[in-house]
């Protein structure tokens, strides 16, 4: 079934709801075309549609940061890093350094970059100098890492990985009792490289209604009806309802290439803990690239804060889609984009920066343990 975004509303609109559905969606570029479009206030007030663990900035473990501080301001290497990454806020005294901006004004070389072949680029026209690729993200992100590195990266280049895998976080989610959500949109491009496959076991274990979506407003709002009409009639699925792009089985290339160059690991999410199976390391082959080894790092004897959001910041509830950013206290009043207070202000990707951005000013009401519903929603 096509339409435009007008027809999948009326169709939801028609839909014989009762209760409330919560929707998750687990990408950051999917809860900007949300808020940004007003996705929310267009849908019945029964129909709740919740920012959860799509910001790999947002849950890039603080213990990483940290090494990446300190290497930048103790060693001679120029530090390069994707943009977002240089204003996130880690735990400390006030006059210590506490972000990757405050250690360049401090005097470490540190640039911001778009790609990986910006790291190569740099690294090949200072052959002199270490260039340390302090890399997080997902999946999407993590792939073009991958190829970079399986095509031979310059000598003086090290990359300290700090990548994830998203179904994992929504795995754990879903074995927490209760998972705080009734249906899930799937992200689109993790589809598009890992196969929308990897999304069935939350249809066909969990029993919970499940749709791959692009990000236009139409596809999104398609995804939300294909996750209702699957709630109302009980018989949970995985839809693709972003067939152009995401094909069954994914990029074979790609993943091939990620398999080649990295193993999967338990890896920290920051204000989460430990997520079985949910990080990627590079394999022992590219040692000599690795930072862990080259600079021995080791996460034991970092600070008891390490790992924490900063006092008062709701981040981990937000990843986690157990509160609504303006349900933060600090929202809009301490934390904004100018100043910070936690990594979901900061990306682009994070939930209370889009809010924010998409004009949502309002500190909301408390969520309850039922987690965020509608009513609250305020774009
Ligand atoms: Fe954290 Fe700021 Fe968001 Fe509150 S508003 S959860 S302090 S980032």
């Known amino acids: 079934m096509n339409g ?11 839909l014989p709801m009762s209760g409330p559905v919560r929707i998750m969606n687990v990408c950051g570029g999917h809860e900007r075309s949300v808020s940004m479009a007003g996705l929310r206030s267009a849908l019945p007030s029964n129909v709740a549609l919740i920012p959860g663990p799509g910001c790999p900035v947002c849950i890039c473990p603080e213990e990483d940061i940290r090494h990446a501080i300190n290497i930048a301001l103790n060693e001679n290497v120029i530090l390069v890093t994707f943009g977002d990454m240089l204003r996130v806020p880690i735990n400390g005294p006030k006059k210590s350094i506490r972000s990757l901006q405050q250690a360049q004004a401090a005097g470490a070389d540190i640039r911001p970059i778009a790609s990986p072949l910006d790291a190569v680029a740099i690294a090949e026209i200072n052959p002199n100098r270490t260039v340390l ?10 792939a073009p890492i991958a190829a970079m590195m399986a095509a031979g990266p310059p000598k003086n280049l090290l990359v300290l990985l700090s990548a994830r895998l998203t ?32 999304w069935d076991f939350v249809p066909s274990q969990h029993g919970i209604p499940t749709a791959v979506a692009g990000f236009s407003p139409d596809s999104l709002l398609a ?19 972003y067939p152009t792009v995401v094909q069954p089985g994914g990029n074979i290339r790609a993943q ?28 022992s082959e590219w040692a000599s690239h690795d930072a862990r080894v080259q600079f021995a790092l ?17 981040c981990a509830e937000v990843v986690l889609g157990r509160a609504y950013p303006n349900e933060c206290i600090l929202y809009g009043r301490a934390c904004t984009p100018r100043r910070p207070i936690g990594p979901c202000m900061v990306s682009d990707e994070g939930a209370c920066r889009i809010w924010w951005a998409s004009g949502t000013m309002g500190l909301a009401h408390s969520s309850g343990k039922d987690g965020p519903t509608n009513e609250r929603s305020a774009d």
């Not at 879903?174 to 990897?198: K, Y």
């Not at 294909?226 to 995985?238: A, F, Y």
């Not at 999410?269 to 199976?277: A, N, V, Y």
Request: aromatic content about 8%; proline content about 9%.
């Open 133 to 142: 690729f302090f890399a997080a993200g997902f999946e999407t992100t993590t």
């Open 256 to 283: 091939h290439v990620l398999e080649t160059v990295m193993t999967v690991i338990d890896a920290p999410w920051r204000g989460i803990g430990i997520i079985p199976s949910s990080g990627f390391a590079l394999r």
């Open 298 to 314: 080791d996460d034991a004897g970092q600070d008891e804060d390490t790992g924490r959001m900063p006092p008062g910041c709701a």
């Open 167 to 198: 179904w994992p976080a929504v795995a754990l989610l879903l074995e927490s009792a209760p998972p705080g959500f009734d249906a899930l949109i799937a992200p689109g491009h993790v589809a598009t490289v890992m196969g929308p496959e990897q």
């Open 223 to 241: 995804a939300s009806y294909s996750v209702l009409w699957q709630h109302l009639s009980g018989k949970p699925t995985l839809d693709n309802c």
């Open 4 to 14: 435009s975004a007008s027809d999948w509303l009326r169709r939801i609109r028609d």
